[in-house]
């Protein structure tokens, strides 16, 4: 069975940094390329960022792009996502999410929630 | 910015039919968007229904189909079940970027 499970989230302070993580498991996770997406409270989902199995490919949304930073640990079966100078509008549920193929993406976590706010 | 639209809400009776649709600001969608769809009930994560426009995954009711609609992508509902009550959510891909839509919540009544 496929587990994603996300963990790091918590209570930060705008420009602070956290870093999520995602456990994998019941599946060979080199195989897949995986996602972060967040949903702010009441709103709807939001992509933030994907990276290829390999990790030769990487791609962000304008809202992240030079502040957060995903990776993955293919020998760790895990995924990452550094944020940096955080801001109120980051404050979400950051879900990571597998892709069964490039364009299509099946499985998601329950997600992690990032608060921040001073 | 891509901005892809959705129906922000809709309500359909026990029993009916209801179609959602997916539109983007870059022109008609089409299956090179691979549009993907999505459920989500308060509470919980979201759950992959429809891929690749109109490809069920094996655990995605037979009510369930999607399609192209007048330059739309489109998730279609036939003989709603009061569970279906919930939002729901295109995906498009834009080569290495993907944009969600700002989900339809659907009322069973």
């Known amino acids: 069975e496929v587990q994603l499970v996300e963990s790091g989230g918590g209570l930060v302070k705008p420009g602070g940094s956290l870093r999520l993580s995602c456990a994998a498991s019941?599946?060979?996770?080199?195989?897949?390329?995986m996602n972060w997406v967040r949903q702010a409270p009441g709103k709807g989902l939001e992509w933030v960022s994907s990276?290829?199995?390999?990790?030769?490919?990487?791609y962000y949304a304008d809202s992240v792009k030079g502040r957060f930073t995903i990776s993955r640990d293919n020998a760790k079966n895990s995924l990452y996502l550094q944020m940096n100078s955080l801001r109120a509008e980051d404050t979400a549920v950051y879900y990571c999410?597998?892709?069964?193929?490039?364009?299509?993406?099946?499985?998601w976590g329950q997600g992690t929630l990032v608060t921040v706010s001073s | 910015q891509t901005v892809v639209t959705q129906e922000p809400s809709l309500t359909v009776s026990p029993g009916g039919t209801v179609t959602l649709t997916c539109a983007s600001s870059?022109?008609?969608?089409?299956?090179?968007?691979?549009p993907n769809w999505f459920q989500q009930k308060p509470g919980q994560a979201p759950r992959a229904l429809i891929y690749?426009?109109?490809n069920k995954h094996s655990w995605t009711p037979a009510r369930f189909s999607g399609s192209l609609l007048g330059g739309k992508a489109a998730l279609t509902l036939s003989g709603v079940q009061p569970e279906d009550e919930a939002e729901y959510y295109c995906?498009?891909?834009?080569?290495?970027?993907?944009?969600f839509g700002g989900g339809t919540k659907l009322t069973v009544l």
């Open positions: 990276i290829s199995s390999s990790s030769s490919y990487i």
């Open positions: 019941g599946f060979t996770f080199s195989s897949y390329s």
């Open positions: 999410a597998r892709d069964d193929l490039p364009t299509v993406t099946t499985s």
């Open positions: 690749s426009t109109s």
């Open positions: 995906l498009l891909y834009y080569g290495g970027a993907r944009v």
């Open positions: 870059t022109g008609a969608v089409t299956s090179g968007y691979y």
